[in-house]
């Protein structure tokens, strides 16, 4: 099969997170059973085409909308980001399917990566789920509030998802909320779990921590959801009963503390109030190439999310042979087995998460059971061969449902009109909605409208100049009794010049730019 994976997030340039990993794990998978696989990803500075062990992967920018979004940007932030990252990543799409036809498309559901794919209907597509805006909303994760701006976001996710041939969820408990969510055949839903290259993330290999202390591992950004409070509430008293303990904390800053704070510097306070600042070290994101070695000098591997559909640490650290403690929340009990492959706890609670640490930090033999039981289960069911091999499966179906839908040529289409038009159509709607918006605020804002001609007169003088000696030659024939079509010839050839820069956006572009 010839098969597109859509990706905002692809390594290394935007390596984000979770999505970005599932979708290069993947991509290899699928690779390496023969199929011809092609990835369209977002790019980090500019355009390109680059190689992943020979899977093209052709990086893009947001799309250059020619009234770059900017009032739509001022009102709906989120929403301006999802529309052009997903214009971007489908024209990309189309460019290369029109050379080569693909035989299926992959896209997670976050962000609506497959709302254009779902609208034109060209190849069978099957969406991904990971967290849709909607749980972000409903839980309030990240701050995430039910504004317009979210609530469009996770609109937009919700017709992608109800227009794709399979929906796949890493986890039951993902599965459930989005059935819920959309009203949808939970057994429809087919769950495939996240899948993870076991040859590289094995027990063999370097070290990158060696000392004589009982290593603990957390893997993760540094926020709210992660659950990285409640492991710094625990820490003081771990060392309280293990002084030999060493935790290792790596993962990224986040300004999301409390009015957009530091968490590190909120975590770091919190430990000097406990004493255990000599007992913790912070390290920075690496990259995934170099995590190995980390797991490998864990002694045991912590994962508190406060919610997480299927947390890849977890993943990481089975297959590396670490005994891993998860909350559970989310998907990480359906991972991780409690007493198998590591101790299950529940999320937002210190005290527990301490005395799971604690109970494998005394006990050498449970630690070296559940590490042996990580790693087998890990190459059982989460190789990312085998995973690849299910969602092959997914790919056939997709294509039977595809097939069966399509059977008359406009049947099921949401835009029935040719392909190749759909995405100037598209343009056209969103840019005609950023320029109402403009108009609104123009007549509605003096603050807006001072703006305008500010930034009018810098950015272009001419046009300015040429607006006020329009305006006022008007107003002096007018006042003169001239009607329209009595005014000057030149005065009216110059009025429909300034009409035509306007139309253009040519005359406020600037505005829209800080």
Same mark, same amino acid.
């Given at each position: 099969?010839?098969?597109?994976?859509?990706?905002?997030?692809?390594?290394?340039?935007?390596?984000?997170?979770?999505?970005?990993?599932?979708?290069?794990?993947?991509?290899?998978?699928?690779?390496?059973?023969?199929?011809?696989?092609?990835?369209?990803?977002?790019?980090?500075?500019?355009?390109?085409?680059?190689?992943?062990?020979?899977?093209?992967?052709?990086?893009?920018?947001?799309?250059?909308?020619?009234?770059?979004?900017?009032?739509?940007?001022?009102?709906?932030?989120?929403?301006?980001?999802?529309?052009?990252?997903?214009?971007?990543?489908?024209?990309?799409?189309?460019?290369?399917?029109?050379?080569?036809?693909?035989?299926?498309?992959?896209?997670?559901?976050?962000?609506?990566?497959?709302?254009?794919?779902?609208?034109?209907?060209?190849?069978?597509?099957?969406?991904?789920?990971?967290?849709?805006?909607?749980?972000?909303?409903?839980?309030?994760?990240?701050?995430?509030?039910?504004?317009?701006?979210?609530?469009?976001?996770?609109a937009l996710e919700r017709v992608a998802m109800l227009s794709a041939q399979v929906i796949t969820s890493p986890s039951n408990d993902l599965a459930e909320f989005v059935a819920g969510d959309l009203g949808y055949d939970l057994s429809k839903i087919a769950i495939v779990r996240?899948?993870?290259?076991?040859?590289?993330?094995?027990?063999?290999?370097?070290?990158?921590?060696?000392?004589?202390?009982?290593?603990?591992?957390?893997?993760?950004?540094?926020?709210?959801?992660?659950?990285?409070?409640?492991?710094?509430?625990?820490?003081?008293?771990?060392?309280?009963?293990?002084?030999?303990?060493?935790?290792?904390?790596?993962?990224?800053?986040?300004?999301?503390?409390?009015?957009?704070?530091?968490?590190?510097?909120?975590?770091?306070?919190?430990?000097?109030?406990?004493?255990?600042?000599?007992?913790?070290?912070?390290?920075?994101?690496?990259?995934?190439?170099?995590?190995?070695?980390?797991?490998?000098?864990?002694?045991?591997?912590?994962?508190?999310?406060?919610?997480?559909?299927?947390?890849?640490?977890?993943?990481?650290?089975?297959?590396?042979?670490?005994?891993?403690?998860?909350?559970?929340?989310?998907?990480?009990?359906?991972?991780?087995?409690?007493?198998?492959?590591?101790?299950?706890?529940?999320?937002?609670?210190?005290?527990?998460?301490?005395?799971?640490?604690?109970?494998? $930090?005394?006990?050498? #033999? !449970?630690?070296? &059971?559940? =590490? /042996?039981?990580?790693? *087998?289960?890990?190459?059982?069911?989460?190789?990312?061969?085998?995973?690849?091999?299910?969602?092959?499966?997914?790919?056939?179906?997709?294509?039977?449902?595809?097939?069966?839908?399509?059977?008359?040529?406009?049947?099921?289409?949401?835009?029935?009109?040719?392909?190749?038009?759909?995405?100037?159509?598209?343009?056209?709607?969103?840019?005609?909605?950023?320029?109402?918006?403009?108009?609104?605020?123009?007549?509605?804002?003096?603050?807006?409208?001072?703006?305008?001609?500010?930034?009018?007169?810098?950015?272009?003088?001419?046009?300015?100049?040429?607006?006020?000696?329009?305006?006022?030659?008007?107003?002096?024939?007018?006042?003169?009794?001239?009607?329209?079509?009595?005014?000057? $010839?030149?005065?009216? #050839? !110059?009025?429909? &010049?300034? =009409? /035509?820069?306007?139309? *253009?956006?040519?005359?406020?572009?600037?505005?829209?730019?800080?």
């Amino acid at each position: 099969m010839r098969i597109c994976l859509i990706s905002r997030e692809y390594p290394p340039e935007t390596g984000f997170g979770g999505i970005a990993t599932f979708t290069q794990h993947l991509a290899q998978g699928l690779k390496s059973l023969g199929h011809d696989v092609v990835v369209v990803a977002l790019a980090k500075e500019k355009a390109s085409v680059q190689d992943d062990n020979g899977i093209p992967v052709h990086r893009v920018q947001l799309y250059p909308f020619k009234t770059k979004l900017a009032v739509v940007a001022m009102c709906m932030p989120y929403s301006k980001y999802v529309l052009g990252t997903s214009t971007a990543l489908y024209a990309k799409f189309m460019e290369l399917h029109r050379q080569k036809p693909f035989d299926a498309v992959d896209t997670p559901e976050l962000l609506a990566e497959g709302l254009y794919p779902s609208i034109a209907q060209v190849v069978p597509l099957t969406i991904r789920l990971y967290t849709p805006h909607s749980k972000f909303i409903a839980e309030k994760l990240h701050n995430v509030q039910p504004s317009f701006d979210h609530q469009f976001v996770a609109a937009l996710e919700r017709v992608a998802m109800l227009s794709a041939q399979v929906i796949t969820s890493p986890s039951n408990d993902l599965a459930e909320f989005v059935a819920g969510d959309l009203g949808y055949d939970l057994s429809k839903i087919a769950i495939v779990r996240n899948p993870i290259d076991t040859s590289v993330f094995t027990p063999e290999g370097p070290r990158e921590i060696d000392n004589d202390k009982l290593n603990v591992l957390f893997v993760g950004r540094l926020e709210e959801r992660k659950g990285i409070q409640y492991l710094i509430d625990a820490i003081p008293k771990v060392v309280a009963q293990v002084p030999d303990v060493r935790f290792i904390i790596l993962g990224d800053d986040t300004m999301t503390g409390k009015g957009g704070s530091s968490v590190l510097a909120d975590l770091k306070q919190r430990l000097a109030a406990g004493g255990a600042s000599d007992h913790v070290q912070f390290i920075n994101r690496i990259a995934l190439s170099a995590l190995p070695a980390y797991y490998r000098s864990a002694d045991i591997s912590v994962v508190p999310s406060v919610y997480d559909n299927s947390p890849y640490t977890s993943l990481e650290a089975m297959a590396c042979g670490a005994p891993v403690i998860g909350s559970s929340a989310g998907g990480t009990k359906e991972y991780v087995i409690d007493g198998q492959t590591g101790l299950i706890v529940p999320p937002r609670d210190a005290d527990a998460l301490a005395e799971a640490i604690i109970k494998l $930090a005394n006990d050498k #033999d !449970l630690r070296a &059971a559940l =590490a /042996k039981g990580a790693r *087998e289960h890990a190459v059982r069911a989460f190789d990312r061969k085998e995973i690849a091999r299910q969602t092959q499966a997914l790919y056939e179906l997709a294509r039977q449902r595809f097939d069966a839908r399509h059977a008359d040529t406009n049947e099921g289409r949401m835009y029935r009109h040719d392909s190749d038009k759909m995405l100037q159509s598209a343009v056209e709607f969103i840019d005609s909605f950023d320029k109402a918006l403009y108009d609104m605020l123009y007549q509605r804002s003096i603050r807006f409208r001072i703006t305008h001609w500010g930034r009018l007169a810098k950015a272009r003088p001419r046009l300015l100049l040429a607006k006020i000696v329009n305006r006022i030659a008007r107003m002096i024939f007018g006042a003169m009794g001239f009607r329209e079509e009595s005014m000057p $010839a030149s005065l009216r #050839d !110059l009025n429909d &010049a300034i =009409a /035509k820069k306007d139309q *253009e956006r040519e005359s406020y572009e600037s505005v829209l730019q800080d």
